[in-house]
């Protein structure tokens, strides 16, 4: 089975997590695949906006930790994610995603690169890093606090709070919150709105609204990938990584 589906409708490609029975949890594999679609797509002349989302009950439980302990100490494990996250951080088209169910650690981070979030009412966030012994990613540690302030990103990122789409779209992190059966639709459209607007027009003031932290985000997840591939096979991890497999 693909776990990483694509199909373009008009001129919106949608990107699909297709591993519902993990939750989408997501391998190297599939961050290995989800980078070759979005460089494809930004040069794609016939792709305007693309929209996120995922299979099943769940948009992405976050990494697959078993699939990352297999890969063992190896520079290519970080190298790869960083390849997906820098990929996402450029895009120049809009990005629309679509959320629901579980949003875990990088399910969550990832929604902070894209230009409209809308949400499932049925929607669970938690960003567990540091209670794995790790360290947040996906320029995290920058964009969340530039979104929501010190002290939210703090609770979210530091303490790993849960937070429902509620609390997201009160703080900020998503558009809009829709009914679970509406997402796909409400999402659609939005993707599709965004698509037929002049194009240029779109990605120069997205350039625009980007161009004085983009700099600064690549470093950052150059950064914090860095001290995550530190931390991943540290003590500290590992008794907290086992835990959680035998849970």
Same mark, same amino acid.
């Given at each position: 089975?693909?776990?990483?589906?694509? %199909?373009?409708?008009?001129?919106?490609?949608? *990107?699909?997590l297709?591993?519902?029975?993990?939750? !989408?949890?997501?391998?190297? %594999?599939?961050?290995?695949?989800?980078?070759?679609?979005?460089?494809? =797509?930004? %040069?794609?002349?016939?792709?305007?906006? *693309?929209?996120?989302?995922?299979?099943?009950d769940?948009?992405?439980?976050?990494?697959?930790?078993?699939?990352?302990v297999?890969?063992?100490?190896?520079?290519?494990?970080?190298?790869?994610?960083?390849?997906? @996250?820098? =990929?996402?951080?450029?895009?120049?088209k809009?990005?629309?995603?679509?959320v629901?169910?579980?949003?875990?650690? *990088?399910?969550?981070t990832?929604?902070?690169?894209?230009?409209?979030?809308?949400?499932?009412? !049925? @929607?669970?966030?938690?960003?567990?890093?540091?209670? @794995?012994?790790?360290?947040?990613? &996906?320029?995290?540690?920058?964009? $969340?606090?530039n979104?929501?302030?010190?002290r939210? =990103?703090? #609770?979210?990122?530091?303490?790993?709070?849960?937070?429902?789409a509620?609390?997201?779209?009160?703080?900020?992190?998503? !558009?809009?919150?829709? +009914?679970?059966?509406?997402?796909?639709?409400?999402?659609?459209g939005k993707?599709?709105?965004?698509? !037929?607007?002049?194009?240029?027009?779109?990605?120069?003031?997205?350039?625009?609204?980007k161009? #004085?932290?983009?700099?600064? @985000?690549?470093?950052v *997840?150059?950064?914090?990938?860095? $001290?995550?591939y530190?931390?991943?096979? +540290?003590?500290? &991890?590992?008794?907290?990584?086992?835990?959680?497999?035998?849970?």
């Amino acid at each position: 089975m693909e776990q990483i589906l694509t %199909q373009l409708k008009g001129k919106v490609l949608e *990107i699909t997590l297709n591993r519902p029975d993990k939750k !989408n949890a997501l391998t190297l %594999q599939m961050y290995s695949e989800l980078t070759t679609v979005l460089k494809a =797509a930004d %040069q794609d002349e016939k792709v305007n906006a *693309i929209l996120l989302s995922g299979a099943g009950d769940s948009f992405c439980s976050g990494n697959d930790i078993a699939d990352f302990v297999a890969a063992g100490d190896s520079p290519d494990t970080v190298n790869t994610i960083l390849g997906f @996250l820098h =990929a996402l951080a450029d895009f120049s088209k809009p990005v629309v995603i679509a959320v629901h169910g579980d949003a875990v650690g *990088i399910g969550t981070t990832m929604m902070l690169h894209c230009d409209l979030v809308i949400a499932a009412t !049925n @929607l669970r966030c938690k960003m567990p890093f540091v209670q @794995l012994g790790l360290i947040p990613e &996906a320029g995290s540690t920058l964009l $969340l606090p530039n979104m929501i302030g010190h002290r939210h =990103a703090f #609770e979210l990122l530091v303490e790993g709070t849960s937070f429902d789409a509620q609390r997201a779209f009160e703080v900020g992190l998503v !558009n809009k919150t829709v +009914s679970e059966s509406d997402l796909l639709a409400v999402a659609q459209g939005k993707a599709e709105g965004l698509a !037929n607007l002049p194009q240029k027009s779109v990605r120069n003031s997205k350039h625009l609204l980007k161009k #004085e932290y983009l700099q600064q @985000l690549h470093r950052v *997840i150059d950064e914090e990938g860095s $001290l995550f591939y530190e931390s991943l096979f +540290s003590e500290e &991890a590992r008794q907290a990584l086992m835990g959680f497999l035998q849970k």
